[in-house]
């Protein structure tokens, strides 16, 4: 292993930030603009993680590719809409930004891989003045949906990282299952939108109960 980085690479939605209110708020808009009935919001929040299209996939059923893209359009303007209006919430989970900076001090290279845009990824992280801690950024406008391995990928060779160097941290069985994927151990939060049980029934190699848990199960990478 000499030689090589240690990568951290977070999820965003559900691991960084708790977006969940603003992703239903979203969704509710782009299907009453579409004059559909939005999914109730237990529907909604179990495909975070996936890109948009593959989203739109899971909640319509039985609809073509190009009507998935068209709906993941209408999502994405309305969480435009959403931010003009300054109603768009997503706060960072406590004791984030401190296990970024001790990360970060420790010499661990960090990353987000996300179902986000690039410019939602941006907005975010500049909200909360954590920019500059990512050394990668990898976004669903550049890479197949998780748990495609590309982004985890992709970010290893950014950061100087090996399979057995990096760790990544996320909510759901997407990412665990890009873990997987991709020859890295998983690690599952429970605070996001996937129960333990299904993180590692997906293949996370632990599941960490809070910050602290999670700072030692890094460490322990």
Aim: charge should be negative; include cysteine.
């Amino acid at each position: 292993m000499s030689g090589w980085n240690r990568l951290a690479l977070f999820d965003c939605d559900g691991t960084l930030v708790d977006s969940q209110h603003s992703i239903v708020e979203a969704m509710r808009r782009a299907f009453e603009g579409a004059k559909l009935a939005p999914p109730d919001r237990a529907a909604i929040l179990a495909i975070v993680g996936l890109s948009l299209p593959h989203a739109m996939a899971r909640l319509l059923p039985g609809t073509d590719a190009d009507y998935h893209e068209h709906m993941a359009e209408r999502y994405k303007a309305a969480f435009r809409a959403m931010r003009q209006e300054a109603c768009v919430a997503e706060p960072l989970y406590e004791g984030i930004a401190d296990l970024i900076a001790a990360l970060d001090a420790d010499g661990w290279m960090l990353g987000v891989a996300t179902g986000k845009s690039d410019r939602g990824l941006q907005l975010c992280l500049a909200t909360h003045g954590l920019t500059g801690r990512f050394v990668t950024l990898q976004t669903a406008d550049r890479h197949p949906s998780k748990p495609h391995p590309s982004m985890a990928l992709q970010a290893m060779a950014d950061a100087g990282a090996a399979p057995e160097t990096t760790v990544m941290i996320g909510d759901t069985s997407y990412d665990m299952e890009m873990a997987v994927n991709a020859g890295l151990r998983g690690i599952g939060v429970p605070w996001g939108y996937h129960r333990p049980e299904e993180l590692i029934a997906a293949g996370a190699h632990a599941v960490a109960m809070d910050m602290d848990d999670l700072a030692r199960h890094i460490a322990a990478s």
